[in-house]
């Protein structure tokens, strides 16, 4: 799923995650089938901003694209980097993604029935929206199409523009972050795989078969969420807050009381209706889960989850498939789990 591509094909590219905490930049260089990691660097949000901010909600259409191009060519210029072809990602949250069937006919006119279809599903005016389709399947009664419809706002395409351009930077494409995780990790998963991206302000469950998105959530909750909850349970300040998340986990306790399962059993509740959602339609059976974004790797999360639904569970590993010094082994599975999405734009220049 991409805008505005074009057929050139360098050597180099870079992948830019403009997140709601942190904006990250992967730059991957590659010749034939080899990819290899040439830089990578990050600027955490609150450097610029106190408050913490959820970005592009309508209310606040948000960070200011100049901030965030000065902090993007920041980060380029401390990592060295004079490459200027970039893909964003566009935040699931700022994505609108279904699935419908279409009867069959030919598929050069499918075009035209996916956008005639999509005014009954997308909750915005088509004129308002940038639409991108992709064919999932046909049926099993080979009666109908599978479609995988996307549309992102217009005005969501013209912020990252804006970005880019003040940054300085060709914008080759724009994706959704949820093709950056597919790409980064799940290509080549043959069975169906759940996907949980649990960010800064969003989590976003998906089902991946074969390398292609099935079905999506995006829940109105993320990490910022679980530090809110540790500062008023405990009455302490966020900092402090942040602490004693990251040394304790899910395990983060006020007396006999853990006071973050409320919250991840939330995220257990969407899970369990994504699962159901996927297997009604008889396509497959969930195997295994992925976790990704920075709020994954919460300590207990990955335990508690798969002792719940009863299947391996694993943090991405995003760099897997990339050549990089040995030295840096510890630091890229660390950081793995906060760069995919970055990692995933990166890799898309070279398709």
Do not use: C
């Not at 043959?190 to 099935?214: A, F, Q, Y």
């Not at 999506?216 to 405990?234: P, Q």
């Not at 369990?272 to 008889?282: D, L, M, R, S, T």
């Amino acid at each position: 799923m991409s805008w505005f591509s074009f057929d050139v094909v360098p050597k180099t590219f870079l992948g830019v995650d403009v997140g709601s905490s942190a904006l990250r930049v992967v730059e991957v260089g590659g010749w034939g089938d080899r990819r290899t990691l040439k830089n990578y660097g990050e600027i955490r949000m609150r450097t610029m901003y106190k408050e913490p901010f959820r970005s592009l909600e309508k209310s606040a259409l948000l960070l200011s694209t100049n901030d965030i191009a000065r902090a993007l060519r920041g980060i380029l210029e401390e990592i060295h980097s004079k490459e200027k072809r970039a893909i964003f990602a566009i935040s699931d949250f700022s994505s609108f993604f279904t699935t419908l069937d279409l009867p069959m006919m030919k598929e050069k006119e499918l075009g035209d029935a996916v956008r005639f279809e999509a005014r009954r599903h997308v909750p915005l005016p088509l004129s308002e929206v940038v639409l991108d389709w992709q064919l999932l399947e046909k049926t099993k009664d080979r009666r109908s199409y599978r479609i995988l419809l996307v549309a992102v706002p217009n005005e969501v395409v013209n912020y990252y523009e804006e970005i880019a351009r003040f940054a300085g930077l060709n914008l080759v494409a724009l994706e959704a972050e949820i093709f950056g995780n597919i790409r980064s990790h799940l290509k080549d998963e043959k069975e169906p795989v759940l996907l949980i991206d649990i960010g800064s302000h969003t989590t976003t469950v998906s089902v991946v078969s074969n390398g292609m998105l099935r079905i999506s959530h995006t829940l109105n909750m993320g990490g910022n969420n679980f530090t809110e909850r540790a500062a008023k349970s405990l009455g302490v300040d966020r900092e402090k807050a942040e602490q004693e998340k990251a040394q304790k986990g899910i395990h983060l306790a006020q007396g006999n009381v853990r006071i973050l399962l409320p919250l991840v059993d939330l995220i257990s509740m969407e899970i369990q209706k994504v699962i159901e959602g996927f297997e009604q339609q008889k396509v497959g059976t969930v195997r295994k889960i992925v976790l990704s974004g920075g709020s994954s790797k919460l300590s207990g999360l990955r335990e508690y989850f798969e002792k719940q639904f009863g299947k391996q569970t694993e943090l991405i590993a995003p760099f897997q498939s990339l050549l990089y010094p040995p030295l840096l082994e510890d630091t890229i599975k660390d950081m793995g789990p906060s760069y995919a999405v970055a990692v995933g734009m990166a890799l898309r220049g070279f398709e």
